[in-house]
Every structure is written in C-alpha cells, then in structure tokens.
C-alpha cells in the first residue's frame, strides 16, 4: 500500500506506525485520535498514578517530536464517524474542531480499543460516579480521591488497583464484588485469596457476593447549586456503604462501531483471524477492540499491552506482504500496592494446577497451570525471577510436568536450568 490510515493513537496504533516504519514502510502513516494527548501508557493510570507518584507528562508513548520526525501523521481530537470501501481501498469521514471531511486510503488498520462498562443502576449518572479509561479519567479520579469514603465497584484487575491506591492516598475503600472471590475471570483461586488478603491488610474492606443495587444521594443540595453528592452504595441486603465517590471497575466493552459499519462480523469484539484480519480478510483490526478466533477455533479476548503489540507486529507483517512471526506466548502484570502479579501464558481449559509458596517469603507464591501433563500458564505473585525463568521457557517451548515442580525448596530458576 501508499497509505495507511490507522483508526486509535495508543498502544496497539502506535506501535503499529513505528513498526512500519522499522520495516521500511516509506508511505503515508495517519494515525486518528478522538483523544487531546500524545499518545500515552494506559496502566500507570490505576497504579502510580494515582498516588500522585507519576507526573502525566512523563506517560507519553513516544515524545511529541517522535511523530514528525517519523513522519507519522497523529490527528489528535479527530473522530472517524464514517467508513466505506472503495474499489481501491477506504474512505474515512472525519470530525475535528474545523468540521468535517473525507479521506481516501489504501489500506485500514482498527485500532479503536475498548470503552470502560456503565454501571445500569438508577443513581450510576451522577458525575461523582467514576470510570477509568483514559488520562482525563484518571485526573478527575486524583481530584476526587480525597472527597470521603470512597467504594470501588468490581474486584476485577482496575478496581483492585484503583483501591490500593486511593487506600494509598489515605481514602476510606470498599471494594463491592458480586462474585464470591477477587478477579474470578481472571486467576485461579490461590492467587486471589492472597491478593484479598493483601487487600485486607492495606485497610480496603472487600464485600465479595454482594451485589450493589442504587448509587444514593445526600438530601441535600451542594453550595454551589450543583447535584446532590453521593451518599452511597445500597446493596441488595440493603445496607447502604457509605461514599462520596464510586468507581466502576466492571470491564471493558470493545469499540466495535466502525467494523459494524463496514459489515465485518462483530462477537464481543472484532472477529479477527490469526492474520489480524477481519471477516472481510482485507481489514486488520488490533488489540482491545478485537476478539481473535484461531484457526483452532479457540476464542481469545485479551486485554493488555502485550496483546496489542504483537497483534501490530502481526498486522505489520500482513501489510508488507510478509509472513507474521510466531506469537510469544502472551503475558500480563498488575501491581496492587506493594503486591505485584505477573501472569503468562493462558490458563483456561487446565486439568491441573501446582501451587508453590517461597518457604522463606509466604508472600511470594506460584501457581502453575498445566493441560495434558505440560506446562501452559503461570501466575507469578512477588516472583519476578520465577516469572521470567518461566516466561523464558514457555517462550523456548519448553512445557515440563507438573511433577517437576513438587519439591518447593528447590527454586523454579534451579528446576528449569
Ligand atoms: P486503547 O488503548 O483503548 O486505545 C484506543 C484509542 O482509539 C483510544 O484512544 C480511543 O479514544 C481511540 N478511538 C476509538 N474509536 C475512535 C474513533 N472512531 N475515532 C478516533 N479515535 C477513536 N494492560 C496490561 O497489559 N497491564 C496492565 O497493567 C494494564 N493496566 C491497565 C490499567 C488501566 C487503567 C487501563 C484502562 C488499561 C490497562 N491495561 C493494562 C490494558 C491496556 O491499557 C490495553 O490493553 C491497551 O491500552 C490496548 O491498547 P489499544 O491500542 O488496543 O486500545
């Protein structure tokens, strides 16, 4: 192609355009943006962040000047509200503050990520009711932090992070999870009882099976002639926890409009093949805005940084004509306070899982995961060496039983030398 128009500037996009211009790519790179900033990390914002340890400056992506000199075109508070095929490529209608206009290109790249989910309870549209997805979200929530009690709804990744730091920052947390254990979609359970008990030992109080039902506001209005503020959360026993700020932590929902708009099939995500591409098989769609089907069938929706960097390596070698590499085998971390999780490789479908706890250091735990007797998945809590040794074998291929591991005074560095 001459001209590659890229709809996202974050971490799948970006990516995208540097690779291509690594690899030789001399034509024209457009990334759209409906967001105001260089392109910036999206996890520091429910982590550092948050206890005012990161200056948002220091976030971006690449530096401003990156993209010029690259000559890569980053359209910031532009918004693609359109898109058509033509013979020869695509068509975007654009909107920015001089209005609108069309655009011809070559080829398409979605890289439209995913959207924080709403809460659907009477009272959830109170302006007091926080999500986090983006850096404006992550500056109203510093600026509301310290208004009072706040309750963080979701026990998934994000809320546990956002509690660990507002707790960090001398707020009063609750965490409300409807399920019976933290993250249930995703760690096994020895994982999570450690994390709740971390949780529980920075101060958070963690509500697990309770089900919040109505935000409830003050009787009374604000001075300054706004709403009502938040009074709490009632549950479905009817207890009211108190807050003055909720943060709703329920997941991600892909931005999917723009491949509806172009036909492609759309299933809790853009269905893309192992080539990136969409149902058409001429779109590439990348990262959190895609579900990928494998040409085993399997169906994965990841959500991480690491998912929309090698989707774009994936994506690049599609649109040069050359044959996509070999995934690594995919890997994620979050850091909750001092707790600090890593996790590689995907454990859904184990028969069987090993436990190990360091005997010195009962705050550094392992759980392996393994289908037919060989290892596939790793949940490393405090264990950053044990993640790398085993992120380095799963890598090289390497997948030992499960018996390997059963002597928990012999190290994971020593068993897999
Ligand atoms: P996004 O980052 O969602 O970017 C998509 C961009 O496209 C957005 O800027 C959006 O505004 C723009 N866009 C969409 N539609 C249009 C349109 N029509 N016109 C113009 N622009 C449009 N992952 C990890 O691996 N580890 C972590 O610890 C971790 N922590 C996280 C913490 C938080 C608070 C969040 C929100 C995410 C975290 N993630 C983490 C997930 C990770 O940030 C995402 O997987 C990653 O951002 C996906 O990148 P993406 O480029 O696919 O999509």
Known sequence: PHSVAVVGASHAAV?????????????????????????YHRPPLSK?????????????????????????????????????????????????????RSEAFDRLVLATGARARRLALPGADHPDVLVLRDLDDADLLRERATAGPAVV?????????????????????????TADRLLARAVGTHTAAALLNAHESMGTVVLLGRRPVEIVRSDTDTDDGGPNRIRGVRLDDGVVVPAATVIVGIGAEPRTELGEMLGLECDGGIVVDDNCLASDGWTLAIGDCTIHVSASGRRY?????DNATEQANTAVAILLGAEPAT?????????QGAQKLQIVGLSGGHSE?????????????????????????????????????????????????PELFADESVPIKKLLA
């Open 301 to 305: 929706r990841l959500e991480s940084v």
């Open 353 to 401: 899982v090993v436990h190990r706890t360091d005997p010195k250091r009962p705050d550094r735990q392992v759980s392996l995961y393994f289908s037919g007797g060989r290892l596939v998945a790793a949940e490393c809590l405090n264990s950053p060496a044990d993640f790398m040794t085993l992120r380095t074998a799963l890598n090289r291929g390497h997948r030992p039983p």
């Open 327 to 335: 995934r690594p085998t995919p890997w994620f971390w979050s850091d």
């Open 15 to 39: 990516h995208l355009a540097d690779r291509l211009r690594t690899d030789g790519f001399t034509g024209r790179i457009a990334l759209f943006t409906d967001e105001p900033h260089v392109p």
């Open 48 to 100: 550092g962040l948050l206890k005012g340890a990161i200056d948002p400056s220091t976030l971006s992506l690449r530096a401003e000047s990156y993209f010029d000199d690259q000559h890569i075109e980053l359209h910031r508070r532009t918004r693609v509200t359109g898109v058509h095929r033509t013979n020869d490529g695509v068509v975007l209608d654009l909107s920015d503050e001089n209005g609108s």
């Open 153 to 177: 709804i979701g026990g998934g990744f994000i809320g546990l992070e956002v509690a660990a730091g507002l707790r960090a920052a001398g707020s009063d947390v609750t965490v409300i999870e």
